[in-house]
């Protein structure tokens, strides 16, 4: 049987590029604007991208793995808004269910996969848990809600929390879960709490008392951990 290439997506080019250098065999190509990095990563062949924000950039970046680059397994790491007190800012949750939250989610389930939430592949939740709990970071299997814009108000926050309940909230997830889902194709969201979704959280970011590079050396060596175990 012809071994599965797995598709890798970050948010951050730098969490990317640390996953590059880690890399063998390595190529690149571009397409729609993304560049893409082939090669071999924990032994196994990887194609890595940083897509861009938001659902139409994520579900290009997802389409183009597989359609182009012969994904059969996505991976997508980012940092996300906490929406739950189970966990708190440099936490990680692995997402169970994924779904829109700023979308008419019956009207989009009208079409394949007729799905209103999209779900993480078992094997491969199970994979994340394991490389978080080697990389010592604390993590939930959870929900995860996706929208296009950046929530940083309690008013917004507290809709979406009335509305689906996630842990945590970001810009890419369900997206790309659901491009996984019309092709059949396992995918895993990772994300980093890196604020709490609240009137803090665009200065949180900006301000960076989140540490972008720290986050991106874990989330690169659980991507890697991940990776060996599929
Ligand atoms: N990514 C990180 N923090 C976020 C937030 N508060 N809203 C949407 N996406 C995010």
């Excluded at 936490?91 to 209103?116: C, F, N």
């Excluded at 810009?171 to 969201?189: F, I, L, R, S, T």
């Amino acid at each position: 049987m012809e071994e599965k290439i797995i598709g890798v997506m970050g948010a951050m080019p730098e969490e990317i590029r640390l996953l590059y250098e880690k890399m063998t065999d390595r190529g690149e190509e571009t397409a729609a604007g993304v560049t893409f990095y082939t090669g071999v990563l924990a032994g196994r062949r990887t194609v890595l991208c940083c897509a861009g924000m938001g659902k139409v950039n994520a579900a290009c970046g997802a389409q183009l793995l597989i359609t182009k680059f012969g994904a059969g397994a996505l991976i997508f790491s980012g940092i996300a808004g906490n929406m739950t007190d189970k966990i708190g800012v440099g936490d990680v949750v692995i997402g169970k269910t994924l779904l829109y939250h700023d979308a008419e989610r019956r009207m989009i389930a009208e079409s394949w996969p007729h799905l209103q939430e999209f779900t993480g592949d078992a094997a491969m939740i199970a994979a994340a848990e394991a490389a978080c709990a080697e990389a010592g970071v604390k993590y939930i299997v959870g929900k995860i809600a996706t929208g296009d814009d950046f929530v940083g108000d309690s008013a917004t926050k507290n809709a979406i929390a009335a509305k689906c309940a996630p842990d945590c909230v970001e810009m890419e997830g369900a997206a790309v879960a659901h491009v996984a889902a019309k092709y059949g194709a396992p995918c895993v969201v990772l994300r980093a709490m890196s604020d709490n979704a609240d009137e803090n959280a665009y200065e949180t970011l900006v301000a960076k008392p989140f540490d972008i590079s720290e986050y991106c050396t874990t989330a690169a060596k659980i991507c890697e951990g991940l990776i060996g175990r599929l």
